[in-house]
């Protein structure tokens, strides 16, 4: 399975899918091309984000965590808050207003995980930064 490649601004990742979730990977895989706006997290500590809103991804918990380390993108599918991807540069603890929630890890980034912390210092002082999320070819 191929990887994908993440861009934010001009800072560039590579991660691997997550083997231990195969039905989280699929529904991400019909959602890519993904090209939004990476913001911070309110609740969630080291944390940026994506919202997606009412999207209904049609997975429920698999390969779940409420603690990812930095680099391990999760994807909430969303039934108390919205749904969400969880892009981690730190500590981070999944939450939202409403407190802590659990989503699916996905995928780990394997290359530019050095980045992490300049990527999150642009998103929590500059605001949000363009982020691209493809399938290497």
Not at 13 to 36: G, K, N, Q
């Amino acid at each position: 399975m191929a990887n994908l490649t993440i861009r934010v601004g001009d800072l560039h990742f590579t991660a691997r899918w997550e083997t231990d979730a195969p039905r989280t990977v699929e529904a991400v895989r019909r959602m890519l091309p993904i090209r939004s706006q990476l913001i911070h997290c309110r609740w969630s500590g080291e944390g940026t984000w994506i919202p997606f809103g009412d999207l209904d991804v049609g997975v429920g918990y698999e390969n779940h965590t409420s603690h990812p380390a930095p680099g391990e993108l999760l994807i909430y599918t969303g039934d108390l808050s919205e749904c969400e991807i969880l892009f981690p540069y730190g500590a981070c603890m999944f939450s939202s207003k409403l407190g802590q929630l659990a989503a699916n890890h996905f995928a780990t980034v394997v290359t530019g995980g050095e980045l992490l912390p300049e990527m999150g210092r642009r998103v929590l002082w500059e605001g949000a930064q363009e982020i691209e999320i493809a399938e290497e070819s």
